[in-house]
């Protein structure tokens, strides 16, 4: 499969997990699409104050992959500012959520992988 920028598919997506403002989503792949490896394939761009709340993974897990600007990352207790190149991985049952706390906009890549079977 090739899909061009142009056709992928963008969407708005207000309070993620009980997060604050709305982020904007295009879609790499959709899920039906993704051989039943992924539910989300998507570059999220995150305006500043905008959020995605606290929300666990597992079986399930979560990669977050940094690629503009600069996010608030928290894992369970853990806090750090993730910037481009920078990647936050959760599973396991882990809780994560990420905060755009700067003046600008923030993008990452953001894939959740269904569980091995």
């Known amino acids: 499969m090739i899909r061009k920028m142009a056709d ?3 969407q708005e997506r207000p309070n993620v997990c009980g997060g604050d ?3 904007h989503a295009r879609h790499l792949v959709e899920a039906s699409e993704s051989a039943g490896k992924a539910s989300l394939c998507c570059v999220m761009t995150i305006d ?3 959020s995605i709340g606290p929300h666990p993974h597992g079986p399930d897990a979560e990669m977050y992959y940094i690629l503009e600007g600069e996010l ?3 894992e369970n207790d853990q806090v750090v500012t993730l910037c481009a190149g920078d990647v936050m991985f ?3 049952g882990d809780v994560h959520s990420v905060r ?3 003046d600008k906009p ?5 894939v959740v992988m269904k569980p091995v079977e």
């Not at 923030?106 to 953001?110: E, I």
């Open 8 to 10: 992928m598919r963008l």
């Open 21 to 23: 403002g709305v982020l």
């Open 48 to 50: 500043p104050g905008c």
């Open 72 to 74: 608030e990352g928290k």
């Open 90 to 92: 959760t599973s396991f």
């Open 100 to 102: 755009n706390v700067t």
């Open 106 to 110: 923030a993008k990452m890549l953001a």
